[in-house]
């Protein structure tokens, strides 16, 4: 899974998000994720410069660059819920900013909405990890998550989520 996070192509990435999302049903498979350096690669991977569409890439490239985003973030989100101690190394490897600017960048106007949800979804779930709230806090997660309860009204179970964070 490691040697495909760091792989030279998108669908490499891709793959080895999807490898990430699989081993999420496993515990053991987490603790190892928990324990590697797979989980902070993937991390890195949250706002990659391949994950910003660049002026001159062609629409299947932002395609296929949001596809590797939006995998990676469904991927760290499995991991946390199959593995509690994944939030602690994902917030060491500064996933709270990362996840933070994407969430931000799409209620200010701009960002992809499915990229938005997801990263909405994992920004709060680390928020609601006890170790980790001083670090949320610091980041302005709170404020983030009224904001986003203010924009998401018809978006019931992001709003929710946010409310609980």
């Given amino acids: 899974t490691l040697a495909l996070l760091y792989g030279a192509s998108a669908s490499e990435r891709a793959l080895g998000a999807a490898l990430l999302r699989a081993m999420a049903s ?6 190892v994720a928990v324990e590697t350096s797979v989980l902070p ?3 890195e991977l949250i706002d990659a410069p391949s ?3 660049e002026a001159d890439t062609t ?7 949001l596809h590797e985003q939006l995998a990676v973030l469904r991927a760290l989100l499995a991991v946390v819920m199959g593995a509690r101690d994944a939030a602690v190394t994902m917030a060491l490897a500064g996933a709270v900013p990362r996840l933070q600017r994407l969430v931000l960048r799409h209620v200010a106007g701009s960002g992809q909405p499915t990229a938005f949800e997801a990263a909405a979804a994992l920004l709060f779930k680390l928020a609601m990890h006890t170790e980790l709230l001083a670090h949320c806090l610091q980041h302005g997660v709170l404020s983030t998550a009224a904001r986003v309860m203010e924009k998401q009204q018809g978006h019931s179970g992001l ?5 609980e964070a």
């Fill in 159 to 163: 709003a929710a989520l946010a409310s």
């Fill in 51 to 53: 994950a910003r569409p």
């Fill in 41 to 43: 690669r993937a991390v």
């Fill in 59 to 65: 629409a299947a490239d932002s395609s296929a660059q």
């Fill in 26 to 31: 496993s515990r053991i498979a987490c603790a």
